[in-house]
């Protein structure tokens, strides 16, 4: 939705204003849902381990839904994500930004979290992470990612699945390119 500069501003004055706890706060992310202009604060929130976990939540979803098509506010917004991702207070925000990984998946950094959040000592976080790889969709390291996820005991059948839906071979060698990867 478009939002005039001054309905913004007027929404994130408010945001500011509200007790840290306030369900306001994440009523007021939840408004600015397809909000191109609205991506840095946005961003600013959902990397803020201090603010209210739920509005974290809502960011962390409406950059999901929306990623930004510039390339330095996409890797901004995917650091963030990051960020929120390696918060050990806040296990619900974790969930969340584990699964809003996905559109920023190509940046190397969110690719290596999202592969260490996909191993078994990080339990909170394995389903939103393969949700995550798997809407980011194929490529090279996402499949050798999945391929050796294959063999995971809970995991396995849905990197099979996935696999299977992308096309690729699941016996395939790490590093192998397979049609169409770039």
């Not at 809407?135 to 099979?160: C, F, I, M, W, Y």
């Amino acid at each position: 939705m478009n939002r005039t500069a001054e309905d913004l501003d007027r929404l994130i004055e408010e945001f500011r204003a509200l007790p840290a706890t306030s369900d306001r706060r994440r009523e007021i992310v939840a408004e600015l849902d397809g909000c191109a202009d609205a991506l840095p604060f946005l961003i600013s929130v959902v990397a803020d381990p201090q603010e209210y976990d739920l509005a974290r939540v809502e960011a962390a979803t409406l950059l999901r839904l929306w990623p930004p098509s510039d390339p330095a506010t996409a890797r901004t917004a995917g650091r963030a994500l990051l960020i929120a991702l390696h918060d050990p207070e806040e296990d619900l925000v974790r969930q969340y930004a584990a699964m809003a990984l996905g559109p920023y998946a190509n940046d190397p950094e969110v690719h290596e979290a999202l592969a260490a959040a996909l191993q078994p000592d990080a339990p909170l976080v394995r389903d939103n992470a393969l949700a995550a790889v798997k809407e980011a969709g194929p490529s090279d390291a996402r499949t050798d990612v999945l391929r050796k996820l294959t063999q995971d005991p809970d995991l396995g059948r849905a990197a099979t699945r996935i696999l299977t839906a992308w096309g690729r071979d699941l016996r395939g060698s790490p590093g192998r390119r397979s049609p169409g990867d770039h």
